[in-house]
């Protein structure tokens, strides 16, 4: 019993500390842009050791690759939230509201997860596959709304939703977008026409 909870303390300890270096990093790229990411300054912010950086994500990419999943894990978090009990079009809603939502709350997550704050930085295959299943709840509540799944159109129907609330949130996210009530239809408009063509009535 004693081994097992040391064991425990010790993978608590390793959490918390991978926890704080990548609120770390992600905190200087919102700050000073991919240039002033270091894995020194990192190490200096949580008194942490270049050595432990080095182990616990293999360097200054692995650990922008676990500030990249991890953004995408607090919007997966996001879009999965109380939608269980809606229906398949309302889930759709639902979760392209939380999108909005996690992104204008998250700007510097989000800035990390579409590569403004870290230009030059190329996720892995596997970290885009992995951010790609972030949207497997808002895939099958697209594949849910059709009389007729199928899931080429399904993934399609996905890719295009996102691809409308990226650009509507892109230009909000920049000023571009207007008043307030401007980007609200911005927004909802993007939403209507991507869903539109792929979700049966």
Do not use: C
Not at 160 to 176: K, Q
Request: glycine share 6%.
């Amino acid at each position: 019993m004693a081994d097992y909870d040391a064991k425990q303390a010790r993978e608590q300890v390793r959490a918390a500390t991978r926890r704080a270096l990548i609120d770390a990093a992600r905190a200087i790229l919102n700050e000073d842009g991919l240039s002033g990411l270091t894995v020194r300054r990192v190490g200096e912010r949580v008194n942490a050791s270049a050595k432990l950086i080095y182990t616990l994500f293999g360097g200054k990419d692995g650990l922008l690759e676990a500030v990249y999943l991890d953004a995408f894990a607090g919007l997966e978090a996001m879009l999965e939230g109380g939608v269980d009990t809606l229906a398949p079009r309302q889930r759709v809603a639902a979760m392209a509201d939380a999108y909005r939502r996690y992104a204008l709350a998250h700007p510097d997550r989000y800035a990390v997860m579409f590569g403004d704050a870290v230009a030059g930085f190329t996720p892995s295959e596997d970290a885009r596959r992995r951010a790609w299943r972030t949207f497997a709840a808002l895939r099958q509540a697209i594949r849910d709304s059709n009389d007729r799944p199928d899931d080429q159109q399904t993934d399609l129907a996905t890719r295009v939703l996102w691809a409308a609330m990226h650009g509507a949130i892109s230009l909000e996210l920049r000023a571009l977008s207007g008043s307030p009530a401007l980007a609200d239809a911005i927004f909802d408009g993007a939403v209507s026409a991507a869903t539109a063509r792929y979700l049966s009535d």
